[in-house]
């Protein structure tokens, strides 16, 4: 026997009880299983949120509408960025400050030339608190995904409270299936059979967060204890990839 038909054997096995005119998605499936991992005000879900992006080694900041155009000229300039990749639906107001060259998100540019442009700055479509994940859909302010693939330095805007969520149970439901989904958990890290850390392999060495209150609210407090290096501005920075 080879091993093609031991494995189609085993599957045959395996749907032996399963009635022939049953098709997938025709039973229902059971979804009992818990959603978010307790309760969190909408603060206390950012600062969640803010603590494990540190813990992937992301670096994260906290704005109001107000700042954000000079907090991104300023983060570009501490990088030496000259040329930066912005997606065509972010607003021309986030990169007004910045001493930049914007390069635009064409389907002709090739990985060669993403891979000679200094960052990209996005959106994204939500954020996932218990898991320190940010998941681009490649909408009109995140752009294609290979814009955040090849880059080395990424600077992602999440509009809090709004795009915040606790669980990826609850994130799912606002995302599509047939969109190119990318989830983010830190900047791009692989480590070899002795745990070596390295960083940028498959994705950006740095990835930068902006987490963007609503002018009406003070941006929400950080953990001190989570984040070492805040700053006591309304900005905080710790250090914090897409698969």
């Known amino acids: 026997m080879s091993s093609r038909d031991e494995v189609l054997g085993r599957v045959r096995r395996a749907l032996a009880d399963v009635p022939g005119d049953e098709r997938p998605g025709g039973p229902p499936v059971v979804r009992d299983y818990l959603r978010v991992h307790g309760a969190r005000t909408a603060g206390q879900r950012v ?14 900041h906290r704005c109001t509408a107000a700042g954000l155009p000079a907090l991104i000229a300023r983060l570009l300039a501490e990088r030496g960025a000259r040329t930066v990749v912005v997606p065509p639906g972010v607003p021309a107001s986030w990169t007004a400050a910045a001493e930049v060259t914007c390069v635009p998100d064409r389907a002709s540019t090739t ?19 218990e898991t320190g994940t940010l998941v681009l859909d490649a909408g009109p302010d995140q752009g294609r995904r290979r814009i955040t693939l090849v880059p080395d330095h990424h600077l ?44 940028g392999v498959h994705g950006p060495r740095t990835l930068e967060v902006i987490l963007l209150a609503d002018e009406a609210a ?3 407090e950080s953990d001190p204890d989570a984040e070492s290096d805040s700053e006591s501005d309304s900005e905080s920075e710790s250090e914090s990839d897409p698969a």
Do not use: H, K
Not at 47 to 60: F, P, Q, S, T
């Open 47 to 60: 600062d969640l949120l803010a603590e494990n992006l540190a813990d992937y080694r992301a670096v994260v």
């Open 111 to 129: 990985a060669r030339e993403l891979d000679a442009v200094d960052s990209v700055v996005t959106g994204c479509a939500v954020a996932v608190a």
């Open 156 to 199: 992602c805007v999440v509009r809090v409270p709004d795009q915040v969520v606790d669980s990826v149970p609850q994130a799912l439901p606002r995302l599509s299936p047939s969109r190119p989904l990318t989830w983010i958990s830190g900047p791009s890290a692989t480590s070899d059979i002795e745990l070596d850390r390295v960083e």
């Open 218 to 220: 003070r941006p929400p």
